[in-house]
């Protein structure tokens, strides 16, 4: 569940998607938003006044940049997405664009041209805004597009229908709402599954100064073959690359459709020749069988071992990226086929000698994204480590060198220049911007320089939560670095509500996310402290602390939950510990579903959003199989059960509201296919029948995130209401 998210559970933290308008909503333009902030303190209609800054490249001279900012709009419940221009250097920004359209994906094509998408078509202007041209004539198809470093070939993205799972219905039923289904995989993430993505090579010429994607000249890729390239559901075109010199395309994809499809996690790394348009897979040798498993038993007891994963690679593969000088092709790995939170590896395969290698193996944590450097020698990544997301490097060794050591998660990564990187930064106090930063040979001596401040004037206007780092020793004996979020204007003399935040994932870091919804500034800024603990199951502590929860949702990281606000309660006596609350997302709302069975009134009230409530009905309920087999070790109706299996479906929460006695909200989106929403009716219904006041907010029209403007109001509003009702 967290890894399949893209940059872990981050994309439920770290909303910057926009949300799809219809046409008549499309003739808005939003721009953005100034006001005036009462107080000094966040609200919701502060929250999402704020712009969000989204992709960004530089021009080949590494002169200038061009960015996404997506502005939102309550009052017509949209976003607008645009395109801005500045220097490398931050000054002289520029909108390019200013119809009312989402134009996005900027991409440049030399150092005056900028191509980008809208309404589905790929256009060109110059970097000015001007002389507006249509490259590609698709009718509104195109959903993703690379250029060919040659510049003389573009892969398209391009969904096309897929009714291998779900049957298309008969033609003289044109009305009949039906679908039948045949086998697994019929929906996946918020829609069923009716089409799929395919990339196509086109060629492109320039005429009269205009480029055009010639008519005619697309080739499916994946011509005849019934998987989908990139992967659902977060793929995009970061899936996809082309050769330096070319002539070659790698790409990602999972080749399994059906009930092989939701039980595995096993995607390669593929070449296509443009020439011959033939196919090999890098991360399998030829005569490559795959084993057969049992659909309804962990992939964990089934592992091979070590050196067999070493020469077949059967976990995730994803984002390959060549070397500027074409030798080699890199891309983040894991090990295990069915376990979507594995460490994420940088594999780099030599084109020349065929041989893998790992080169992150020092770095006990996830890469999260990486880019070559000109000479081919170097790599520069993010990772998590400590519970922030920082940069690093490694060479064709594997000698890995950590660059930044801020209290803040870098989210994206590219090279500015030959020396310089173009980086985006956030945290919890920040929301993102972009960054120029010269790695040095050390954290100490790298340079960063801040050339957006999208959000400047809202947040000149706000007061500033303290955040602090806190270890806490754990049941066990361990220490668990845990983060305090104090209220601005924070008086140590006072007594504060205070909120246990219980992460999601179950395998996400607590690191500097910024969240358009769980968001800490706003939960500070409303008076609240928030504790929030780096629990058992959290990347950026080791392998071994990473890997304990597997198999044990209820054991040590519950008990990681009660030492982190006990501690709190105890230790701080600026938190009032009769007025405690316990909230979190996904995971998190099984967690606070489960303490509320055991929190052994430590709590006042609870708050659970898209939480798994009863784990036996989420086992069939979820679209992504693999998930629940590693988690829960086997099928529910397995007999005799494995240890972990057994304790998995005994310790459900639906089996301990006999002891629930606290007031809780439950939140769930209705397209929520990862947990369905009968999950937070069974909770709420089950509370009720307790007698013990709930309330339950439902949305017919979002699915494990919120992301339209007002869902997201009345979210907040909601969420505050219950949290001010109980602990104020």
Same mark, same amino acid.
């Given at each position: 569940?967290?890894?399949?998210?893209?940059?872990?559970?981050?994309?439920?933290?770290?909303?910057?998607?926009?949300?799809?308008? &219809?046409?008549?909503?499309?003739?808005?333009?939003?721009?953005?938003?100034?006001?005036?902030?009462?107080?000094?303190?966040?609200?919701?209609?502060?929250?999402?006044?704020?712009?969000?800054?989204?992709?960004?490249?530089?021009?080949?001279?590494?002169?200038?940049?061009?960015?996404?900012?997506?502005?939102?709009?309550?009052?017509?419940?949209?976003?607008?997405?645009?395109?801005?221009?500045?220097?490398?250097?931050?000054?002289?920004?520029?909108?390019?664009?200013?119809?009312?359209?989402?134009?996005?994906?900027?991409?440049?094509?030399?150092?005056?041209?900028? !191509?980008?998408?809208?309404?589905?078509?790929?256009?060109?202007?110059?970097?000015?805004?001007?002389?507006?041209?249509?490259?590609?004539?698709?009718?509104?198809?195109?959903?993703?597009?690379?250029?060919?470093?040659?510049?003389?070939?573009?892969?398209?993205?391009?969904?096309?229908?897929? #009714?291998?799972?779900?049957? *298309?219905?008969?033609?003289?039923?044109?009305?009949?709402?039906?679908?039948?289904?045949?086998?697994?995989?019929?929906? #996946?993430?918020? +829609?069923?599954?009716?089409?799929?993505?395919?990339?196509?090579?086109?060629?492109?010429?320039?005429?009269?100064?205009?480029?055009?994607?010639?008519?005619?000249?697309?080739?499916?890729?994946?011509?005849?073959?019934?998987?989908?390239?990139?992967?659902?559901?977060?793929?995009?075109?970061?899936?996809?690359?082309?050769? &330096?010199?070319?002539?070659?395309?790698?790409?990602?994809?999972?080749?399994?459709?059906?009930?092989?499809?939701?039980?595995?996690?096993?995607?390669?790394?593929?070449?296509?020749?443009?020439?011959?348009?033939?196919?090999?897979?890098?991360?399998?040798?030829?005569?490559?069988?795959?084993?057969?498993?049992?659909?309804?038993?962990?992939?964990?007891?089934?592992?091979?071992?070590?050196? *067999?994963?070493?020469?077949?690679?059967?976990?995730?593969?994803?984002?390959?990226?060549?070397?500027?000088?074409?030798?080699?092709?890199?891309?983040?790995?894991?090990?295990?086929?069915?376990?979507?939170?594995?460490?994420?590896?940088?594999?780099?395969?030599?084109?020349?000698? %065929?041989?893998?290698?790992?080169?992150?193996?020092?770095?006990?944590?996830?890469?999260?994204?990486?880019?070559?450097?000109?000479?081919?020698?170097?790599? @520069?990544?993010?990772?998590?480590?400590? !519970?922030?997301?920082?940069?690093?490097?490694?060479?064709?060794?594997?000698?890995?060198?950590?660059?930044?050591?801020?209290? !803040?998660?870098?989210?994206?990564?590219?090279?500015?220049?030959?020396?310089?990187?173009?980086? /985006?930064?956030?945290?919890?106090?920040?929301?993102?911007?972009?960054?120029?930063?010269?790695?040095?040979?050390?954290?100490?001596?790298?340079?960063?320089?801040?050339?957006?401040?999208?959000?400047?004037?809202?947040?000149?206007?706000?007061?500033?939560?303290?955040?602090?780092?806190?270890?806490?020793?754990? &049941?066990?004996?361990?220490?668990?670095?845990?983060?305090?979020?104090?209220?601005?204007?924070?008086?140590?003399?006072?007594?504060?509500?205070?909120?246990?935040?219980?992460?999601?994932?179950?395998?996400?870091?607590?690191?500097?996310?910024?969240?358009?919804?769980?968001?800490?500034?706003?939960?500070?800024?409303?008076?609240?402290?928030?504790?929030?603990?780096?629990?058992?199951?959290?990347?950026?502590? %080791?392998? *071994?602390?990473?890997?304990?929860?597997?198999?044990?949702?209820?054991?040590?990281?519950?008990?990681?939950?009660?030492?982190?606000?006990?501690?709190?309660?105890?230790?701080?006596?600026?938190?009032?510990?009769?007025?405690?609350?316990?909230?979190?997302?996904?995971? %998190?709302?099984?967690?606070?579903?489960?303490?509320?069975? +055991?929190?052994?009134?430590?709590?006042?009230?609870?708050?659970?959003?898209?939480?798994?409530?009863?784990?036996?009905?989420?086992?069939?309920?979820?679209? /992504?199989?693999?998930?629940?087999?590693?988690?829960?070790?086997? !099928? @529910?109706? +397995?007999?005799?059960?494995?240890?972990?299996?057994?304790?998995?479906? #005994?310790?459900?929460?639906?089996?301990?509201? *006999?002891?629930?006695?606290?007031?809780?909200?439950?939140? +769930? %989106? /209705?397209?929520?296919?990862?947990?369905?929403?009968?999950?937070?009716?069974?909770?709420?219904?089950?509370?009720?029948?307790?007698?013990?006041?709930?309330?339950?907010?439902?949305?017919?029209?979002?699915?494990?995130?919120?992301?339209?403007?007002?869902?997201?109001?009345?979210?907040?509003? &909601?969420?505050?209401?219950?949290?001010?009702?109980?602990?104020?």
């Amino acid at each position: 569940m967290s890894r399949t998210f893209l940059s872990g559970l981050i994309a439920l933290t770290t909303i910057l998607t926009p949300c799809k308008t &219809t046409a008549a909503q499309e003739q808005v333009n939003i721009g953005k938003q100034h006001i005036t902030v009462k107080d000094g303190r966040m609200t919701p209609e502060t929250l999402w006044a704020m712009s969000r800054i989204g992709a960004y490249t530089a021009s080949p001279d590494g002169k200038h940049i061009v960015y996404q900012v997506g502005y939102y709009s309550v009052k017509h419940n949209k976003s607008h997405q645009v395109l801005w221009v500045m220097n490398a250097d931050g000054t002289n920004k520029k909108q390019l664009t200013t119809s009312a359209r989402n134009e996005t994906d900027a991409a440049w094509l030399d150092n005056e041209t900028i !191509a980008f998408l809208s309404d589905g078509d790929i256009w060109t202007m110059k970097q000015d805004g001007t002389s507006r041209s249509q490259l590609s004539k698709t009718n509104g198809k195109v959903e993703g597009y690379k250029f060919s470093p040659d510049r003389k070939k573009i892969v398209i993205l391009k969904s096309i229908p897929f #009714h291998e799972i779900i049957k *298309e219905n008969p033609k003289d039923l044109p009305k009949a709402s039906g679908r039948l289904v045949t086998d697994l995989m019929y929906r #996946h993430w918020d +829609h069923y599954v009716e089409s799929i993505q395919h990339p196509f090579v086109a060629d492109v010429t320039m005429d009269n100064g205009q480029w055009t994607m010639v008519n005619d000249s697309e080739v499916d890729i994946l011509e005849g073959e019934p998987y989908e390239c990139p992967m659902e559901p977060f793929g995009g075109i970061e899936q996809l690359d082309w050769s &330096t010199d070319s002539k070659q395309v790698a790409y990602t994809c999972r080749k399994k459709t059906g009930l092989l499809y939701s039980i595995s996690t096993d995607s390669d790394i593929y070449l296509y020749n443009i020439g011959t348009r033939k196919t090999r897979n890098l991360c399998k040798p030829d005569d490559y069988k795959a084993p057969k498993v049992d659909p309804t038993t962990t992939l964990r007891v089934q592992a091979v071992n070590s050196e *067999e994963n070493l020469k077949n690679l059967p976990g995730y593969d994803q984002n390959p990226k060549f070397s500027p000088d074409g030798r080699y092709v890199a891309w983040l790995s894991m090990e295990h086929d069915g376990y979507e939170s594995d460490r994420q590896r940088l594999c780099c395969y030599d084109l020349q000698t %065929g041989e893998k290698t790992f080169l992150t193996e020092s770095f006990d944590s996830n890469v999260d994204d990486f880019c070559w450097t000109p000479d081919s020698k170097t790599i @520069y990544y993010i990772g998590v480590w400590h !519970a922030t997301e920082n940069l690093y490097r490694t060479n064709l060794k594997g000698e890995v060198k950590q660059l930044t050591d801020d209290w !803040a998660d870098f989210g994206s990564l590219q090279m500015l220049d030959s020396k310089r990187l173009l980086m /985006e930064r956030h945290s919890y106090t920040a929301a993102a911007d972009l960054y120029v930063v010269t790695p040095g040979k050390d954290a100490r001596s790298t340079k960063k320089e801040q050339i957006t401040e999208e959000n400047k004037a809202i947040f000149d206007q706000l007061g500033k939560p303290t955040v602090q780092q806190r270890w806490v020793k754990t &049941t066990d004996g361990k220490k668990m670095l845990t983060w305090i979020i104090l209220p601005p204007n924070f008086d140590e003399n006072k007594k504060y509500p205070t909120l246990l935040f219980c992460e999601g994932g179950p395998q996400s870091p607590v690191s500097q996310f910024w969240s358009y919804r769980w968001n800490f500034m706003i939960m500070a800024s409303q008076g609240y402290i928030i504790v929030a603990p780096n629990r058992r199951g959290l990347p950026g502590f %080791g392998k *071994e602390w990473l890997e304990e929860i597997s198999g044990d949702w209820t054991g040590q990281c519950m008990q990681d939950y009660l030492s982190a606000i006990d501690d709190a309660a105890q230790n701080l006596p600026y938190v009032d510990k009769d007025r405690l609350g316990a909230v979190g997302a996904s995971f %998190g709302g099984f967690s606070v579903y489960y303490l509320a069975g +055991h929190h052994d009134k430590r709590f006042k009230c609870f708050i659970a959003h898209d939480g798994a409530f009863n784990l036996a009905a989420m086992y069939l309920e979820t679209e /992504e199989n693999w998930f629940s087999n590693w988690e829960y070790d086997e !099928a @529910y109706w +397995h007999r005799p059960q494995m240890p972990n299996a057994k304790k998995t479906y #005994h310790d459900s929460p639906h089996k301990y509201v *006999e002891n629930w006695d606290t007031p809780i909200l439950c939140i +769930h %989106g /209705e397209k929520d296919y990862r947990i369905n929403y009968t999950q937070g009716m069974q909770a709420f219904n089950a509370a009720r029948m307790k007698g013990i006041e709930a309330q339950l907010l439902i949305f017919p029209d979002e699915n494990h995130w919120v992301l339209k403007p007002q869902n997201g109001i009345l979210w907040q509003r &909601t969420y505050f209401n219950w949290l001010d009702r109980w602990l104020k």
